[in-house]
């Protein structure tokens, strides 16, 4: 990703704070396949990365002796109801000394980062040794009907996401071992096209890398009759690849 890239995506989410948790169903499905991944482990320092509204908060802190919530958006991070540290910072550049975390937790988060192997060098980086970070990141083929809609009028929608294998790459390079590697598609049902397009703005998912002039109600009408092909229920697919890494 980009530096413009992420710094429209940061804009999106910081519209999109306010109905977020409200839309993000997919997001709530894959946290809690990380959370009973996690069990009762103890998380002693627990870093939540990309912790948006603080979706996890309430569970985590459960789990944690100290419990850390970092987002790209302040807006998204003063959405957070619990008491608890809060981080208004990038995850490529993580502000954080070296071996202080004992896990890291981070939920439909890293595939906005700008240098993917960056970002798990830098979970490497401050995650002291045996500590873990629990992943679900969106992975290749993901949201494929909408950038086919998209295409069908010419334009670009979704940004491209690293396939598993890639992830599995880059984070042995990184210096992890992989403890655990899953992947699976999680479906969003909506009951009409442009329901669809708007719970994609409303978890700030509408950035792509190439920047382009607004979209016209002509090409916005090809798209929702694109989308809207797939019958009177239209879905949404990621692909969601899920990593449990130690240092």
């Known amino acids: 990703m980009s530096a413009a890239l992420k710094l429209r995506t940061q804009n999106q989410f910081s519209k999109a704070a306010s109905q977020y948790q409200a839309n993000a169903r997919v997001q709530a499905s894959s946290s809690s396949m990380l959370l009973e991944r996690i069990g009762q482990r103890d998380l002693g320092v627990c870093l939540d990365l990309g912790a948006g509204p603080g979706v ?117 390079s990184s210096g992890f071992t992989l403890a655990w590697v899953e992947q699976k598609v999680l479906f969003d049902y909506f009951n009409s096209a442009s329901e669809a397009l708007r719970s994609l703005s409303a978890i700030g998912a509408t950035s792509s890398e190439k920047k382009q002039k607004p979209i016209t109600k002509l090409e916005y009408a090809g798209v929702l009759k694109a989308l809207q092909q797939q019958g009177v229920e239209v879905k949404l697919s990621y692909n969601v690849a899920f990593l449990e890494l130690v240092k």
């Open 56 to 172: 996890n908060s309430f569970a985590l802190q459960a789990k944690s002796q100290r419990y850390i919530a970092l987002d790209l958006s302040a807006q998204m991070l003063a959405q957070i109801t619990q008491r608890s540290e809060r981080v208004c910072a990038d995850m490529d550049a993580l502000p954080f000394k070296d071996n202080v975390l004992d896990t890291v937790f981070s939920n439909f988060a890293m595939q906005w980062s700008q240098d993917m192997n960056s970002a798990l060098a830098q979970l490497h980086r401050v995650l002291k040794p045996g500590g873990r970070a629990f992943l679900a990141v969106v992975a290749e083929h993901s949201l494929h009907e909408v950038k086919q809609a998209f295409a069908s009028v010419g334009r670009t929608a979704i940004n491209n996401f690293n396939s598993l294998e890639q992830l599995q790459q880059m984070a042995t």
